[in-house]
């Protein structure tokens, strides 16, 4: 019984050390930030946005609420970019 357990250990060490190998590599490992949401885009992608953060300026609305619009706005142009596609691929 004592032989199954130093076999057991064995593969359990060497485990260990590819793991921390691993961390060691992704550690000094470059990685980019990527921005988390519209917010750090600044990105306005057409006149609707564009009027909509103005508005914001204006009536001192709540950032989150206007981000909320415009992305929605983004994904449902989104869908119906996908849907014509769909669309015209089976006519």
Request: charged letters at 35%; proline letters at 3%.
């Amino acid at each position: 019984m004592g032989n199954i357990a130093d076999a057991g250990s064995i593969p359990a060490t060497s485990t260990t050390s590819n793991v921390m190998i691993l961390i060691f590599k992704n550690w000094f490992k470059k990685k980019e930030k990527q921005p988390e949401h519209l917010l750090y885009e600044k990105e306005i992608q057409d006149g609707i946005e564009e009027s909509l953060w103005q508005i914001k300026e204006e009536y001192d609305l709540p950032t989150e609420e206007v981000f909320n619009v415009v992305e929605s706005k983004r994904r449902n142009i989104k869908h119906m970019h996908e849907m014509i596609s769909k669309k015209e691929k089976y006519e």
